[in-house]
């Protein structure tokens, strides 16, 4: 299946959710991170039920800190 993260495109497999993607893209610690499929913001509490579906557009922010 193909999806988009951050404007890349990314093959995975069917049936996979939000917090196996962050997984497998190295994503371990979720503090600061912010996720949307679609345009549509998708709350932490939902990573581990999300699915992806094929051509999704995922878009993965990661607050820094800095000045």
């Not at 997984?23 to 992806?52: C, M, Q, R």
């Amino acid at each position: 299946m193909q999806v988009y993260v951050n404007d890349e495109v990314l093959e995975t497999k069917e049936k996979t959710h939000i917090s196996e993607l962050l997984e497998s893209k190295g994503i371990s610690n979720l503090n600061g991170i912010a996720l949307a499929i679609n345009d549509v913001v998708i709350s932490k509490a939902y990573w581990h039920t999300t699915l992806l579906k094929e051509q999704d557009r995922i878009l993965i922010i990661q607050a820094s800190q800095g000045g």
